[in-house]
């Protein structure tokens, strides 16, 4: 369909597009009512949106779909996400916030990139495979590391873990405050499988790094792996 079919000014057709044919059937996480705060347009298009929390999807004019999967008419509310799965609404650490990850390395042979932390999707037992999972050829200690889009306040990080067989047992979180390098928290003995949440004296910063030292699978000693790192400003009585 060329642009002289596109729809007039008084309404204009969406639609949902997707890496692959999933986005045929696209679940998104929040109401009809809710759309609109959770969509970010992109620079590079005009009338494209990021999906807040949903990097396998964004949403173009229904005109200019080409050979992409779509769909008009994605299934909206809690049958998206687990409310139990969701992150928190004031995460500061998200792609379509601005915020950008890196890490020392990635497993190659299943290829898990430093983005997947700040997606907004998080692994659950069964299904852990949105990850970053660092290089097994590389010895402990790995890192992941968060870059907010700008120094804001925070006081309160959710690391979230991905496969409950190699969470991390032994970690450390380090901000950058004025420069210099602050320990927020050093875990020796964590056992959760699914996350572990720190809340400190609030603190300005615009980078968080993970050092993880050991994980629990002893028969893949190197492996880190990490589902989302969340940041959130700190709690009002703080």
Do not use: M
């Given at each position: 369909m060329d642009a002289a079919a596109a729809p007039s000014s008084t309404g204009l057709l969406m639609a949902v597009v997707g890496t692959d044919h999933a986005a045929q059937d696209a679940k998104l996480a929040f109401g009809p009512a809710e759309i609109k705060r959770h969509l970010t347009p992109?620079?590079?298009g005009k009338l494209h949106f990021a999906i807040d929390?949903?990097?396998?999807?964004?949403?173009?004019?229904?005109?200019?779909?080409?050979?992409?999967?779509?769909?008009?008419?994605?299934?909206l509310g809690d049958v998206a996400v687990p409310a139990a799965e969701r992150v928190g609404a004031g995460d500061l650490a998200l792609a379509s916030r601005g915020a950008t990850a890196t890490a020392d390395s990635e497993f190659v042979r299943d290829p898990s990139p430093?983005?997947?932390?700040?997606?907004?999707?998080?692994?659950?037992?069964?299904?852990?495979?949105?990850?970053?999972?660092?290089?097994?050829?590389?010895?402990?200690?790995h890192w992941i590391q968060v870059k907010l889009a700008k120094p804001?306040?925070?006081?309160?990080?959710?690391?979230?873990?991905?496969?409950?067989?190699?969470?991390?047992?032994?970690?450390?979180?380090?901000?950058?405050?004025?420069?210099?390098?602050?320990?927020?928290?050093?875990q020796k003995a964590n056992t959760d499988t699914r996350k572990?949440?720190?809340?400190?004296?609030?603190?300005?910063?615009?980078?968080?790094?993970?050092?993880?030292?050991?994980?629990?699978?002893?028969?893949?000693?190197?492996?880190?792996?990490?589902?989302?790192?969340?940041?959130?400003?700190?709690?009002?009585?703080?």
């Open positions: 992109e620079s590079g929390g949903d990097s396998a999807h964004w949403l173009i004019p229904y005109w200019e779909v080409a050979d992409e999967a779509f769909t008009c008419y994605p299934i430093a983005s997947n932390v700040i997606d907004g999707i998080v692994a659950t037992e069964e299904s852990f495979a949105n990850r970053w999972h660092s290089s097994l050829d590389t010895p402990h200690p804001e306040r925070i006081g309160r990080i959710v690391i979230r873990f991905a496969d409950p067989g190699g969470y991390p047992t032994s970690f450390q979180g380090v901000a950058t405050v004025d420069g210099a390098e602050r320990v927020l928290f050093d572990f949440e720190a809340r400190f004296a609030p603190i300005v910063t615009q980078t968080f790094r993970l050092v993880i030292r050991q994980s629990a699978n002893p028969v893949y000693p190197n492996a880190a792996q990490i589902s989302e790192i969340e940041i959130y400003p700190p709690a009002a009585k703080q």
